[in-house]
């Protein structure tokens, strides 16, 4: 079982930063992926980035890549998503997830995390 508690979000003008944080607990993330989801009103939760716990490989969507950097800190068992340059579209609640064993043509895929946070609230306003 892995327990995740994301923290860091906010209300920042257009053009702001925000750094969120995922902090993991339960169990060694050796072998997980780490990702970042994002879900906005009306709308279906998506991919913004993931990294790899053993070996640090990361991934981003294309709206969110030379934006937002995903890293970690193993010795926290920690994962952070930098967010700069920010934007109204950019609005909504964003969770953290733990997948065990993913390949890298399933870490875009929300179903195939296993462990969840209880999602942190961006709000970016224009």
């Known amino acids: 079982q892995v327990h995740l508690v994301e923290s860091g979000g906010g209300l920042v003008q257009a053009g702001g930063s925000l750094r969120l944080s995922c902090a993991a607990s339960?169990?060694?993330?050796?072998?997980?992926?780490m990702g970042w989801f994002r879900q906005a009103p009306g709308k279906e939760r998506e991919f913004v980035a993931a990294?790899?716990?053993?070996?640090?490989?990361?991934s981003y969507a294309d709206s969110v890549k030379d934006r937002f950097t995903i890293s970690k800190v193993t010795t926290q068992n920690t994962v952070f998503l930098q967010m700069n340059s920010l934007k109204p579209e950019d609005t909504a609640v964003y969770y953290c997830?733990?997948?065990?064993?993913?390949?890298?043509?399933?870490?875009?895929?929300?179903?195939?995390?296993?462990?969840w946070g209880q999602g942190t609230q961006v709000t970016v306003s224009s």
């Open positions: 990294i790899k716990w053993s070996g640090g490989s990361r």
């Open positions: 997830a733990a997948g065990a064993g993913l390949i890298t043509s399933t870490l875009r895929t929300g179903a195939a995390y296993n462990y």
């Open positions: 339960g169990r060694t993330l050796n072998g997980y992926v």
